[in-house]
């Protein structure tokens, strides 16, 4: 294949993304359908998956996320990055394999880990990790207890990390729409009843990633997943896949029917939660994210985008006698824009609150 020639700019990466991540327009698709084309959602907080669907889905019921989180054809674990994702069943067992290396990296790698470890058997470790998890769902807390007295001559807490080389999940009811409980994990196979795979294919995901969030560069590859050696593997996939290049001259790649709609297509006014692959999972983030707009900025905070891009940020206060949809806006929206930032922050209340009947969208500047 020859050396990419067609340049795309960046508010044509901003539509192809918007197309991909179902945020050019709201599709009529089942919830895991949807999660599993996003390739997993971001899950640190347990509202931002729903509504991160909220924004993709038409008519989208949350209960149809929560039932499945509670008949288990959905889970709540630590995968890409490192950090926690809500991803269907069959992808909690084919990608935990492939992302096993970050969180060996991440998490037991460190000299801390390696040094309460000591002459200690790190089979003896895992072996009474997985017994007291398939035995009873446990917090990280208890788990720390549980090493504290087993090993009390060790760093129990450093020691707890070994966690992340078994395959966990998080139980419910934590993750369930209008219910709350404690990040207790278990085994997998405990509550799956079936093992991952033994097969670990880094090419497929990076294809799947493409699909979702291409074009995209090694680099970005890398952000979003935290594999390394991903220069390579898209040297040995390039055959198959489709170059272009950046404005900056970064080459990207593709597969081959990834939607491209024109930079002019219009983007509707779309609220992303607080963490959202489609705002977090590149490295270079010019596509969503302009100069001078910052990111994560406090806790708390989502997103809203206005054009396809990051234009302000949000926060929902609710009380029994209203919601109020606070937006505190990057750059001077204009009366349109503001028009239907409203409409759409009155939808997300409503969704979010539907028990109060006074609900507002309020403005304000950031800083």
């Not at 089942?30 to 931002?48: F, K």
Request: charged fraction near 30%.
């Amino acid at each position: 294949m020859s050396r990419p020639g067609r340049v795309l700019t960046t508010r044509a990466l901003n539509r192809a993304l918007l197309e991909r991540q179902l945020l050019l327009r709201r599709r009529r698709l089942p919830a895991l359908t949807a999660v599993e084309r996003l390739v997993g959602m971001q899950a640190q907080v347990p509202r931002d998956p729903y509504v991160a669907l909220w924004s993709r889905i038409e008519r989208f019921r949350p209960e149809a996320l929560s039932d499945a989180i509670e008949d288990r054809r959905a889970v709540r674990m630590t995968l890409l990055r490192g950090t926690l994702h809500l991803v269907t069943a069959d992808d909690a067992l084919a990608l935990r394999p492939v992302i096993q290396p970050v969180l060996e990296r991440s998490f037991v790698g460190s000299s801390l880990f390696r040094r309460a470890v000591g002459g200690a058997d790190a089979g003896e470790l895992l072996g009474f990790l997985r017994a007291r998890l398939e035995e009873r769902p446990s917090t990280r807390a208890e788990l720390v207890d549980a090493i504290r007295e087993r090993w009390p001559d060790r760093d129990a807490d450093s020691l707890s990390y070994a966690i992340y080389r078994l395959d966990t999940c998080q139980v419910t009811p934590r993750g369930l729409w209008g219910r709350s409980g404690p990040a207790a994990f278990t085994t997998l196979d405990r509550w799956l009843g079936r093992s991952p795979s033994t097969a670990a294919d880094p090419g497929a995901l990076v294809l799947r990633y493409l699909g979702a969030f291409g074009p995209a560069s090694p680099a970005d590859l890398r952000a979003w997943s935290g594999l390394t050696g991903m220069r390579q593997l898209l040297e040995r996939l390039r055959s198959g896949l489709r170059p272009f290049r950046g404005e900056d001259g970064r080459e990207l790649f593709d597969v081959p029917q990834g939607a491209l709609p024109g930079p002019e297509v219009p983007a509707p006014v779309r609220f992303l939660p607080e963490y959202d692959n489609a705002a977090i999972g590149f490295k270079d983030r010019s596509r969503i994210v302009p100069t001078g707009v910052p990111m994560l900025t406090e806790v708390g905070w989502g997103s809203v985008l206005v054009d396809g891009f990051i234009a302000a940020r949000w926060r929902l206060d609710a009380e029994r006698s209203g919601a109020t949809v606070r937006v505190e806006s990057f750059r001077r929206l204009t009366r349109s824009e503001r028009a239907e930032v409203a409409e759409e922050g009155n939808g997300l209340a409503a969704f979010l609150a539907p028990e109060t009947a006074a609900r507002e969208v309020r403005f304000a500047s950031f800083g």
